[in-house]
DNA sequence: CGGCATACG
DNA sequence: CGTAT
DNA sequence: GCCG
């Protein structure tokens, strides 16, 4: 049994609170960067829509100044590293702080042997408490016993705690929690010396591509966590634009709530045709649907690349139609049935919501609920499973047999871990 | 000692 | 490089 | 960093 430890252990799992992922932010300096550096409903600048900007408009110049004011006039600036207070780390946030703390160094072979051992806590059914309960447990090593004996001892790790005050890790983990910014250009940004948001948005040189700009826009509500029924109400919403051009439309919603999280950090929506082929046009109508409503503020569509032969003619055909998308959509609190999970003071009726949409050809569904469902981590401990074991090629389309050098069908998600010769797992047994 | 998921803009 | 799961 |  090899690559499909994980796969096996998460059978066991069992369904822990559904929580949204803690941030190390709010932990140290209180409320810090984390006060809304965009109100995004305060000023008429927010309500205008960014899709046509340029990075270099005279608008965005001003959107720079403005932010940089708001930033400049409510914070510190450059702001005060505090020690962080440190609360108590579960062996999985510990875990989580080395593994991104080692993707912030670009060593991904440790980043991901620490997410594996994340994923291998998460999964099981309650919480370690000895070193020996985890003795015989997958992924994990010498490195990460020594992190769980100390944590396990004293509660607390020297290592972790030593991560969570370094400045650069601050820095690197404040400028990645803006949508757009990867740890490269959070890396050059440190590296320049830069240090809070408010120094970034008053460099004259930095330009913002317009995913980061859209990122800055909306920080305060994008970071904030969607709750179920704020997911449900985008859901309604994409269902009445769909129902208006093909009634007979079915919205699946998938990601984390799939998963039976109570909260999320967007929407993840698949959206099926009944009448074949109908999905070629059908994201992009969507689109148009909803930017002609106003509540559009963001959109990136991409096509996909559904050929069972990877010949070029194939390609060319289904070049055309956009088989997913990544929204920033406009959600009014009179369409949430619990109302808006707003932040405090923010006296707006509405509120900005990541997300995305997927229009699979219907016999690519099953793949398509398989790869969106998730988690990440369940998703590449799958396609490795896959790969090693089965000599097979998994991704959101299709799952191919190297061996037989076919790809093989199937209508449900049941019928892929049949094909992979693995017990069916449901959804909300893959959250590790 | 090599591999670590996969795809798209 | 960034995004998604 | 862990595993085959």
Not at 83 to 92: A, E, M, N
Not at 214 to 229: C, E, P, Q, T
């Amino acid at each position: 049994m090899t690559g499909s430890c994980r796969l096996h252990i998460s059978v066991w799992s069992s369904r822990r609170k559904a929580t949204c992922r803690k941030t190390f932010r709010g932990q140290r300096q209180g409320q810090g960067h984390r006060r809304r550096i965009s109100p995004s409903g305060s000023s008429h600048l927010a309500r205008l829509p960014l899709l046509s900007v340029s990075h270099h408009s005279l608008f965005f110049k001003a959107l720079q100044f403005f932010m940089c004011h708001i930033c400049c006039s409510r914070l510190r600036c450059p702001p005060l590293r505090l020690p962080p207070v440190f609360v108590l780390l579960s062996l999985q946030d510990a875990f989580e702080v080395l593994a991104e703390n080692y993707e912030f160094s670009e060593m991904e072979g440790p980043c991901l042997a620490f997410r594996r051992a994340a994923s291998v806590l998460k999964s099981l059914p309650s919480a370690v408490e000895s070193l020996r309960a985890a003795q015989d447990l997958p992924c994990l090593g010498e490195h990460t016993k020594a992190v769980m004996e100390e944590i396990l001892r004293c509660g607390r790790s020297f290592e972790v705690e030593k991560i969570l005050s370094d400045e650069r890790f601050q820095t690197l983990k404040l400028f990645t929690s803006v949508f757009g910014v990867g740890p490269k250009t959070a890396e050059k940004w440190h590296r320049r010396g830069l240090r809070s948001f408010s120094e970034v948005l008053a460099e004259p040189s930095i330009h913002l591509n317009r995913m980061q700009q859209s990122g800055f826009l909306h920080y305060g509500d994008i970071s904030r966590a969607v709750s179920k029924a704020e997911a449900r109400a985008v859901g309604n919403i994409i269902d009445e634009a769909v129902r208006a051009i093909t009634p007979d439309a079915m919205l699946t919603l998938t990601g984390g709530f799939r998963r039976g999280k109570e909260f999320g950090h967007d929407v993840d929506l698949i959206v099926t045709a009944a009448e074949p082929g109908r999905e070629q046009n059908l994201l992009s109508e969507i689109i148009d649907s909803l930017k002609k409503q106003g509540i559009l503020l963001f959109c990136e569509y991409q096509a996909s690349t559904f050929d069972t032969t990877k010949l070029p003619s194939h390609r060319f055909e289904a070049m055309d139609h956009f088989a997913k998308c990544f929204l920033i959509l406009r959600l009014e609190g009179s369409r949430v049935d619990e109302g808006l999970h707003s932040a405090e003071g923010d006296s707006r009726n509405w509120r900005a919501v990541r997300v995305d949409l997927v229009s699979p050809p219907a016999d690519h569904f099953a793949f398509t609920l398989l790869g969106w469902t998730g988690s990440r981590q369940f998703e590449r401990d799958l396609r490795r499973f896959a790969r090693l074991e089965r000599r097979m090629l998994l991704d959101n389309h299709a799952l191919f047999d190297k061996t037989k050098k076919e790809f093989l069908t199937a209508t449900t998600e049941k019928d892929i871990f049949d094909h992979l010769g693995l017990e069916y797992i449901e959804p909300w047994q893959r959250n590790a």
